[in-house]
């Protein structure tokens, strides 16, 4: 824990390693004012030197691109007055950022369910005004009302399975299934959606069983998140293919790579490290108007991270994209 003691002189007696790396520079010999300038903070040292009384008082640090917040415990040293003061750091940015995590999720939620809501309540007084009599009108009304019912029912499951998941990430699943069968039931299941988008599907797999320790349900939803994805915003066909190093890098040991590759539009380079966060969108209008909640891939993210393993998305405008789900690989034949 970063500490550093200031003596009676006002200068930096000595500094531990940690508060050299926090603060910049070994400060030991200087006056506190080089490294502590804030007013509140020195207001305090200089309180706390006069009357002997500990006290407690923020600091906002900049790091690089990234604000960091910390409280500081100022106590006078034992002993002496003239010994001085010791100021213990305390890092408060992890907890301060997930509160304003909290803070942006609420606020997503609330914009998310904020539309449909407004939608419902329009169409429901025209029913009960102007539209009452009218049949051809109600119908419409009533097909309107319905998708965004939808709507909000496929938000709630998306928020309820990114909840889940989320609670369930470090704990490791430990049951042995086949990838390779999960990806050909999943293409199974989607074929209707597939033949309906005029859309190719392509499964490039093993022949035999590709052994993963995995959550069936979870894996089977990752495909069905990746594949709708690729439906909506390829073009043509989709490919999925399965490859098995035998030393992953990343992993540091056998893998299975499955690649779910589209001939969409692609996806400019600087929306790729943003893509995994909840309710982040490309293009808003669009991924709404086809039923996207914002939150596919947030999920995706979070399942592959239980399962240990890595999620990748390179893509060229105009000629695509690739999602790559990287998972341990177990040996073939069951022991």
């Known amino acids: 824990m970063p500490a550093v003691i200031i003596g009676r002189s ?3 007696l000595t500094m531990n390693e940690p508060a050299r790396q926090v603060l910049g ?3 030991s010999g200087s006056h506190y004012t080089a490294i502590l300038r804030q007013p509140q903070v020195t207001d305090a040292i200089e309180s706390t030197l006069a009357d002997q009384t500990g006290r407690q008082e923020n600091l906002s640090l900049r790091d690089g691109g990234s604000d960091e917040l910390w409280r500081l415990d100022i106590a006078p040293l034992s ?4 010994a001085g003061i010791l100021i213990v750091f305390e890092d408060l940015s992890s907890a301060e950022g997930l509160g304003q995590m909290r803070r942006d999720f609420v606020a997503n939620v609330s914009h998310e ?4 809501l407004t939608a419902l309540t329009g169409f429901i007084e025209t029913l009960q005004g102007p539209a009452s009599e009218d049949k051809a009108a109600a119908q419409r009304f009533l097909a309107m009302m319905d998708t965004e019912a939808q709507r909000m029912n496929r938000l ?5 399975s990114l909840s889940r998941v989320e609670s369930e990430e470090r704990v490791r699943p430990d049951e042995r299934v086949d990838l390779a069968e999960i990806v050909r039931e999943a293409a199974q299941t989607l074929s209707r959606m597939f033949e309906q988008a005029n859309t190719e599907l392509q499964l490039k797999l093993p022949d035999g069983p590709v052994w993963i320790n995995g959550d069936r349900d979870q894996i089977t939803q990752v495909l069905h998140n990746l594949l709708e994805n690729a439906v909506k ?3 043509g066909a989709v490919t999925v293919s ?3 190093p035998e030393r992953e890098a990343a992993l540091r040991g056998p893998a299975v790579l499955l690649d779910i590759r589209d001939n969409g539009e692609g996806i400019e380079a600087h929306h790729l490290p943003r893509l995994t966060e909840r309710f982040y969108r490309i293009d808003a209008h669009r991924s709404r108007s086809q039923g996207g909640t914002g939150l596919g891939l947030a999920i995706v993210k979070h399942v592959v991270s239980r399962h240990r393993g890595r999620f990748r998305v390179s893509s060229v405008p105009g000629e695509g994209s690739v999602f790559t789900v990287v998972l341990p690989r177990l040996p073939d034949a069951a022991t």
Request: glycine fraction near 8%.
């Open 156 to 160: 709630v499951q998306d928020l309820l």
């Open 242 to 244: 399965m490859t098995l």
């Open 113 to 116: 369910l904020r539309t449909p």
């Open 10 to 12: 006002k200068r930096v």
């Open 233 to 235: 915003y390829g073009a």
């Open 25 to 27: 520079h070994d400060a």
């Open 79 to 82: 002993g002496e007055p003239s």
